[in-house]
């Protein structure tokens, strides 16, 4: 152990660099010293060079002793924390490698069942988190040795791969979770994930299908996911909670659905239409599952029935379905499974259905979730709607349909008058025509009460 100087076979220089070979907790390190080789080298570093060799050589000299002083003191301070530990606790100290942290988390107790698709993703994570750092710092193989300088580097990187600002932030979380419950028993002495900043995120929501759009998707959906599909969107269930619906949460007597959603763990209680009921009874109960084949395929395979559905909205031609995100280089999906839920929700509160109902319904604890993540309406329907509740002094009703093509409504002419009332009916009806599917039955409804009288009359 001490200074080394490499060499080739024919004693030349292979390096111009003094080099220090030194001993920490049973391991050999040989490190590049930084001090530059200078003078005439002798044959062996026993015998004495020139002036100038001899001063490069005690420079060297000088800095692997500091570097052993260094791996020292650390190695010190390792048993302190380890006598501390052991004083306190009464047990001794145990170091939680890299490569065992995904099983140590998973086996930390949860409030609630872990969610399979969530749980496969943060067990992605901590691989890949483990992988920077075998690739980029391979000194470190334990918790305890995580440095806030890798946990910087290692969200940067996430940051260099353009990563959308949740899926930053679910890392970040994750990561700072780990450390935090695990910490103490890894013996980390600080959360290296402790004060990084979250980044601000540009939430892209859902938006609701269209009824044309919903019939288009169901024509194109294959046998498996059909009544899948269907039964989203008659009870605003979540894909897993469809997917995995067993005939025990299903009342056909008296025709209701009651089952504990998988991802708030809230009772949701759902009327069964008479479209669904009819589905449903159409089905043979040869599993405790209502689509055994469904949820086979869902346990094997998260991501089966995203796939199929999205086959099913590119063959219906359904537009908008992804759209270009400002803060990632990946596209956002506003029109998929999930979005089912959200068309339920938004026709049922544009309909006048109260929210304690939609909330019975979906299982939300809180109506700001309601109205934040899945409350969009179209803008022709929340357009109608706010003209057809408001009251017509602040609308102005059909006025503008009421004007003559050269805008002249100040002649006095009773023809003129007469022509214009004659015509906002079928204006109005052509208007219903047009817009008509991207209203609910309410809407119309009380278009068509506007329009009755004036033909009557």
């Known amino acids: 152990m001490g200074l080394e100087i490499q060499k080739n076979k024919d004693g030349s220089l292979k390096s111009n660099w003094w080099y220090g070979r030194f001993e920490v907790d049973g391991k050999s390190h040989c490190v ?81 069942k872990r969610c399979p698709l969530r749980t496969e993703n943060q067990l992605t994570t901590i691989r890949q988190f483990r992988e920077f750092m075998k690739a980029t710092f391979p000194q470190a193989s334990t918790m305890s040795q995580i440095t806030r300088k890798m946990a910087l580097a290692w969200m940067k990187s996430l940051d260099d791969m353009g990563m959308a600002g949740a899926t930053y932030n679910t890392k970040l979380s994750l990561l700072k979770g780990i450390f935090e419950k695990l910490g103490t028993e890894a013996g980390v002495l600080t959360n290296p994930f402790n004060g990084i900043p979250f980044h601000e995120t540009n939430t892209m929501h859902r938006q609701p299908f269209t009824q044309k759009e919903l019939n288009a998707i169901l024509a194109h959906c294959d046998d498996l996911i059909r009544p899948v599909v269907l039964t989203a969107m008659c009870t605003a269930m979540r894909r897993g909670d469809c997917a995995m619906l067993k005939w025990e949460s299903v009342d056909l007597e008296n025709g209701f659905i009651s089952v504990k959603t998988s991802k708030t763990g809230e009772l949701a209680e759902i009327p069964l239409f008479p479209l669904l009921r009819a589905e449903l009874e159409k089905l043979p109960r040869k599993s405790i599952y209502v689509f055994p084949d469904v949820a086979k395929m869902y346990k094997a395979n998260l991501m089966g029935l995203t796939w199929r559905f999205k086959k099913a909205i590119n063959d219906a031609k359904i537009e908008g379905a992804v759209i270009e995100r400002d803060d990632a280089m990946q596209k956002a999906s506003v029109k998929d499974f999930h979005s089912l839920r959200t068309t339920w929700i938004t026709m049922a509160l544009s309909a006048g259905v109260p929210m304690e109902l939609v909330r019975r319904v979906t299982g939300h604890s809180t109506v700001d979730v309601v109205l934040k993540h899945y409350f969009r309406p179209g803008r022709e329907a929340f357009k109608m709607a706010l003209e057809t509740a408001m009251p017509k002094m602040l609308t102005g009703g059909e006025q503008s349909d009421q004007k003559s093509e050269d805008g002249d409504q100040k002649t006095g002419n009773s023809d003129q008058k007469t022509d214009a009332g004659d015509q906002r009916p079928l204006k109005m009806v052509r208007w219903l025509l047009k817009h008509g599917e991207d209203l609910e039955k309410a809407a119309i409804l009380r278009k068509l009460a506007e329009i009755e009288p004036m033909i009557a009359a």
């Open 32 to 112: 590049n010293l930084g001090i530059e080789v200078k003078g005439r080298v002798p044959a062996t570093l026993r015998k004495t060079g020139d002036t100038a060799f001899e001063c490069s050589r005690t420079l060297a000299d000088a800095k692997i002793k500091e570097l052993i002083a260094h791996a020292r003191s650390r190695k010190t301070a390792a048993h302190h924390l380890q006598a501390l530990y052991e004083i306190k606790a009464g047990e001794e100290l145990t170091q939680i490698a890299l490569a065992e942290m995904a099983e140590r988390w998973n086996l930390l107790p949860t409030k609630k």
